[in-house]
């Protein structure tokens, strides 16, 4: 089990920057999910880790020892891929085997131990059967077999339930969580999926366009978001984010109307998530554009000036459109973030 | 009911008539050949068209007797799989590293190996003949299974290489991330992933290699080194003439053992046919 230290990582392809100076500790244990849409170099960054890409710039320590110029077979690090990776040659099997083989781990452990991993991912019964004649869900359980095989000091995993349906991502989650936690195997966990992150993650690395955005327990990324772009990504429908001008301790954009501390002033963003937003009240003056019931909640659309407000209804809210109606926010959970896209935090 | 049986009978019955007739056209030449080596030299070249040949094993007796044809044989299948072999063992690394390795130059290199496939093969055929002669290699299998490989390798690279393209690139990193070498990665994973492609270019290469004449009547002067491709030769001119029958049957003799190599891999072959075809 080890520690993971990243120190001003810089990654350059010609003159594109795919991550720049990242630094970050991940605690030993620690289930650290790196997210992020596509290319904010949450992949590289993994890479990086494994040694399957050299860093141009920074240090990247494993365990306390610098891991720069060591081969991604030398580092004691498990890889996870989004397309299994599993060798299509080999029985499932064989494919657990390999890295034991690989690493001259004594041949007279190797089926109690590929046994054991198949047993711990449900899947003992088909280890004669080629990846080939295996179901999507079966080929994922059988590549963190593989992985979990070796008792690695790390576990990598690049998006690895992205191919999947969501019934099954959903059971597949929690095994990796369980599994995590049962081995207690420090693991990085790349993903563009914010449920996925929020359910597995002890903490959450927020990356876009090669940065660091935010660092924190999915409690603390919801709740106390350090910028725009974390705030919208985080949360489905995402945080509301209305441009406008705060004087005086108000802020004031076409339609909406809302008390805010003495020291925001200009122009800035107001963020309000749905679930903080309740029918009735003059914080919102507008229309109802559109009413969507979920089953277990109901989202609403409102229009205000040329802005839409999602808010998050009672599972039994319905209305025409074009009503007009009111919002009222909940003033303990608004967020303001300056031109520059930064929370700004002060006084309340 | 009944006459939907009735018709998809027919459909049947209409399909296996279809392919039956194409096979025969395929077969035709084949069974004709067969049908001119056994029979007797004077019923081959009549002008009229005979219904009911007489069998004769007159041709195979004269290939007995008068041509060490076995002796042909060995050379052919000696030169052509010790060529393939050579052509296997230097392509596939080489195909690799075209296919994977990041450097300078790679695809200028890649369509230099290309390029020597090119070139007319008579253009070179005098200095090959005065390099072999320098070598001491003239009459010998040895000589030409080194020019088989050689004519086939830049080919068999090209077709393993673009096979090798295909295998995704994460196998080779989860490969590397359970601890294993890039020769390891190469025998274990890559090799086994594009057998079906190894395949095919291994016997496309045998292929070529058989039928090579060129090179063969240019190296070979006796026995020791003749093919069956060469051996042909010998029956068209001389003081006998063109004997048809003895041609024939050392054409079926020559297709016998390509006839056996492609049943035995027909699987392999026809995926890996396929899948070049796919990629274009």
């Known amino acids: 089990m080890a520690s993971i230290h990243l120190q001003n990582i810089v990654k350059r392809y010609g003159g594109f920057v795919g991550v720049q100076n990242m630094s970050l500790e991940i605690a030993d244990e620690e289930f650290l999910v790196l997210l992020g849409p596509s290319g904010c170099g949450k992949t ?33 690090v498990a890889m996870v891929f989004q397309g299994y990776a599993l060798y299509p040659n080999m029985s499932i099997y064989e494919n657990i085997r390999f890295p034991l083989r690989m690493r001259g781990v004594p041949a007279s452990e190797h089926d109690a131990r590929i046994r054991q991993a198949a047993e711990m991912v449900e899947l003992g019964a088909y280890l004669d059967r080629k990846p080939a004649a295996l179901s999507g869900g079966q080929r994922q359980r059988a590549a963190l077999a593989r992985a979990v095989v070796r008792q690695p000091q790390v576990f990598l995993m690049d ?16 095994q ?15 993903t563009h999926d914010q449920i996925e992150a929020m359910t597995l993650a002890d903490r959450i690395v927020i990356m876009n366009k090669g940065a660091i955005q935010q660092v924190g327990t999915p409690d603390e990324i919801y709740s106390d978001p350090a910028n725009t772009f974390v705030a919208g990504f985080i949360g489905s429908p995402p945080m509301n984010l209305i441009e406008g001008t705060a004087q005086g301790g108000r802020f004031n954009a076409p339609g909406v109307s809302a008390p805010c501390p003495s020291n925001v002033q200009g122009k800035v963003t107001l963020g309000i998530r749905p679930e903080d937003c309740r029918i009735g009240g003059d914080n919102v003056q507008g229309l109802v554009y559109g009413v969507e019931p979920t089953g277990d909640t109901t989202y609403l659309t409102v229009l205000a000036g040329t802005k839409k407000i999602e808010v998050k209804a009672a599972r039994d809210y319905r209305s025409d459109i074009d009503v007009s109606i009111g919002i009222t926010f909940d003033p303990a959970r608004l967020y303001f973030f300056g031109q520059d896209g930064e929370r700004i935090r002060g006084v309340a | 009911m009944a006459s939907a049986r009735k018709s998809r009978g027919e459909s049947l019955l209409l399909r296996y008539l279809v392919l039956g007739t194409w096979a025969l056209v395929c077969l035709l030449p084949i069974l004709w050949f067969l049908s001119i080596g056994f029979r007797p030299r004077t019923e081959v070249i009549t002008p009229q068209p005979i219904f009911w040949p007489t069998f004769s094993l007159d041709a195979w007796h004269l290939l007995m007797s008068d041509w060490p044809i076995a002796m042909y044989l060995r050379n052919s299948v000696i030169a052509v799989a010790g060529s393939v072999v050579i052509d296997l063992i230097l392509a596939i690394p080489a195909a690799y590293a075209l296919a994977r390795y990041d450097f300078k130059g790679r695809e200028d290199i890649g369509f230099y190996i290309l390029s ?16 072999f002669k320098t070598l001491g290699l003239l009459d010998s299998v040895w000589a030409l299974m080194l020019i088989y490989a050689a004519i086939n390798l830049s080919l068999v690279t090209w077709i393993i290489r673009s096979y090798m393209l295909d295998i995704p690139k994460e196998l080779e990193d989860a490969a590397r991330t359970d601890g294993a070498s890039d020769l390891r990665i190469l025998w274990e994973i890559i090799i086994p992933a594009c057998l079906p492609g190894i395949i095919t270019a291994a016997v496309i290469a045998a292929i070529f ?18 093919t069956m491709s060469v051996a042909l ?3 068209t001119g ?8 003895a041609i024939a049957l050392v054409s079926f003799i020559a297709f016998v053992p390509i006839l056996i190599l492609v049943i035995l891999i027909q699987k392999h072959l026809s995926r890996g046919l396929t899948m070049g075809a796919v990629k274009g």
């Open chain 2, 116 to 131: 020597t496939r090119m070139m007319a093969p008579a253009i070179v055929a005098v200095p090959i003949f005065f390099l």
């Open chain 1, 159 to 174: 998006e690895p339930l992205s191919n999947l349906d969501a019934k099954l991502r959903q059971s597949m989650r929690v």
């Open chain 2, 233 to 235: 030769a010998n029956f």
């Open chain 1, 44 to 76: 590289t960054t993994m890479r990086m880790i494994a040694g399957l890409e050299v860093p141009t710039d920074g240090k990247i320590m494993i365990g306390g020892e610098v891991m720069n110029d060591v081969d991604a077979r030398d580092r004691d």
């Open chain 1, 176 to 190: 990796i969580k369980h599994m995590q936690r049962q081995l207690k195997v420090t693991t990085v966990y790349v």
């Open chain 2, 238 to 245: 001389g003081s006998d003439g063109i004997i048809y029958n």
């Open chain 2, 209 to 226: 290699a058989i039928n090579e004449f060129l090179f063969t009547l240019l190296i070979a002067s006796t026995a020791n080194a003749y």
